[in-house]
């Protein structure tokens, strides 16, 4: 049978895996076409790759996750940086801000803000409105040295918010892009140093006044002895029977002694400031003995003082020596006032004493107070004065020393009808025998002499000590002088005194430590001493005289009063007992 020829195309099925010269063989073979079928192979290829796709995008999410997580981390630990950085800067009592080129304030710490009172925020305000108008140029020069490079520190006056001038400290710092580059940003740092000033002004007066103070005392005591030696012989011939032209010469040249020895006392008085030590002290002669420390200037400028003092005597418990310095402040403010305005130019001085205050009252006839100054006429560096007068403290100090003593500060005035302030302080109900030591009252006319006694006389002036001992040999007392403690001990042992008159400071052995001697080796004799001294008001022979309880007369000596204390001392002590 014979098999008839078929013709029909050919496809041909490969898979992937047989070589690309098979599939063209195929066609040379007459293949119609040649169908390439993954199949199973291919699906397991198209799964791997999807799996190993799979684990990919699974490593990637991880990695996003990760990265996202250290990246909210960082952001994390950046905040709370900047938190604590806002922290500590608000924690940070002095105004922190950082500025641009042009002063605007980029950024600013809790301290810097309240600067604003409450206004506008401080970020895109300029530095320059924190300062007085006129500090500006300063601020400005100082802003573009930082910016060239330069730490700046200065000081300047602002304004406060209740008007009054205060003090910045400030301090300009560049601040550097990273790796040392161009300066963009000014660090400022700013301290309010008012009261700082304040403080540290009244710490250098009273660091003058203590040197002013022991200045003094080494002059008063230098000028107390040759006023003590000429009142001494003045008052010893005052005793001879002269002629009246004479004893008018003699009088005037003791009357001279004497306003010397006020003279010294007066300074004294207000130099040396006793250790800040509250005493009873009589307020009346707070006024008698500061006046007299200006009557004179007060006189060249035809300026009348009128005393009015309550016949009471106010006495208050208080620092002698600060209620003087507030009391000459005052009568300086007054005077600078005065010479303001023609003649005739007044200064009445008034104290009054209530049941549980004493006022003092300073009034002049100067052309007031307006109402813009009277509101911060007490403020530290406060002055109308000009440039170099005076520190604008003056005011500012009596001020703080009323209210350290528990009172007040206070003033009426108004344009044209002269100035008013009072200050009120609290009485105190205590009576206290430390009140400061007063010269002894003048006595009567010295009478005839009345017993003979015995006094050794110790004071390293020989002139001082011979124009005592004079006086005494006239009033019928015996005396003996010498010239330091240790002569004094040596004359004590050969024979007895009944009253040894003792001056406080001296070279070699002072006073004290010859009271000390006798404690140890006659005790007996301790209640027959008396001090004689220049300085009442030093701090040690103040101490000394109040601890002791020891009679103390003041140099010059009032010779009449000296004779009334050596005869009440021996009369106190008994009669002595002589060495045998």
Not at 51 to 62: F, I, K, P, S
Request: hydrophobic share 45%; aromatic share 6%; charged share 25%.
């Amino acid at each position: 049978m014979a098999i008839a020829a078929v013709s029909f195309p050919v496809i041909v099925v490969a898979y992937l895996v047989a070589p690309p010269d098979h599939w063209a063989r195929a066609l040379v073979y007459g293949a119609a076409a040649v169908l390439v079928v993954v199949g199973t192979l291919l699906l397991a290829r198209f799964a791997h790759s999807l799996r190993v796709d799979r684990r990919y995008a699974d490593l990637l999410e991880n990695e996003v996750a990760h990265q996202t997580r250290s990246l909210m981390d960082s952001l994390a630990a950046t905040a709370e940086a900047e938190r604590n950085l806002r922290l500590v800067m608000d924690a940070v009592p002095d105004a922190i801000i950082v500025v641009d080129r042009e002063g605007r304030i980029l950024e600013a710490n809790a301290p810097a803000e309240s600067m604003a009172a409450g206004e506008a925020p401080l970020q895109g305000r300029t530095v320059f409105e924190f300062f007085a108008p006129a500090a500006a140029p300063v601020v400005g020069e100082r802003m573009a040295a930082a910016f060239g490079g330069e730490v700046q520190r200065f000081e300047v006056s602002f304004v406060q918010d209740d008007g009054t001038r205060g003090l910045r400290s400030v301090l300009y710092a560049p601040v550097r892009e990273r790796g040392g580059g161009k300066i963009a940003r000014v660090l400022v740092l700013a301290r309010d140093v008012t009261d700082q000033k304040r403080t540290e002004a009244q710490l250098q007066q009273a660091e003058k006044l203590t040197a002013m103070g022991q200045l003094v005392s080494g002059v008063a005591h230098e000028i107390n002895n040759p006023a003590a030696i000429i009142s001494g012989f003045a008052q010893t011939l005052l005793l001879d029977d002269l002629k009246p032209e004479h004893r008018d010469m003699l009088q005037m040249v003791y009357d001279e002694a004497t306003r010397i020895g006020r003279i010294t006392s007066n300074l004294l008085a207000f130099a040396r400031a006793g250790g800040k030590e509250r005493t009873l002290v009589d307020l009346n002669d707070i006024v008698r003995r500061t006046f007299a420390l200006r009557s004179y200037h007060l006189s060249t400028l035809n300026i009348t003082v009128s005393l009015q003092l309550d016949r009471d005597d106010p006495k208050i418990w208080a620092d002698a020596s600060e209620l003087q310095q507030v009391l000459l402040n005052l009568l300086i403010n007054a005077e600078q006032a005065l010479v303001t305005v023609e003649p005739p130019r007044t200064i009445t001085v008034r104290t009054r004493a209530g049941e549980h205050e004493a006022v003092l009252e300073i009034a002049d006839s100067g052309p007031g107070i307006p109402p813009e100054i009277r509101a911060k006429i007490f403020d530290p560096f406060f002055t109308t004065k000009a440039e170099g007068v005076g520190t604008g403290l003056g005011l500012s100090i009596c001020y703080g020393i009323a209210h350290e003593h528990g009172g007040r500060i206070w003033l009426e005035s108004e344009p044209g009808t002269g100035a008013r302030f009072f200050v009120a302080l609290p009485r105190d109900p205590r009576h206290d025998a430390r009140a400061p030591l007063e010269p002894a009252a003048p006595a009567p006319p010295p009478t005839a002499a009345t017993g003979a006694l015995t006094v050794l006389v110790i004071d390293d002036e020989t002139a001082l000590r011979n124009a005592l001992l004079r006086f005494l040999g006239r009033r019928g007392i015996q005396g003996h002088g010498a010239a330091d403690g240790t002569e004094a001990l040596g004359l004590l042992g050969q024979r007895d005194f009944d009253v040894i008159i003792s001056d406080v400071r001296m070279p070699g052995m002072s006073g004290g430590e010859f009271l000390e001697r006798l404690r140890r080796e006659r005790p007996e004799l301790t209640a027959r001493v008396v001090f004689s001294t220049g300085d009442t008001f030093a701090p040690e022979t103040a101490t000394l005289i109040r601890e002791s309880g020891v009679p103390t007369v003041t140099k010059p000596f009032d010779f009449a009063a000296l004779e009334r204390v050596v005869r009440e001392v021996a009369a106190a002590a008994g009669p002595q007992r002589l060495k045998t």
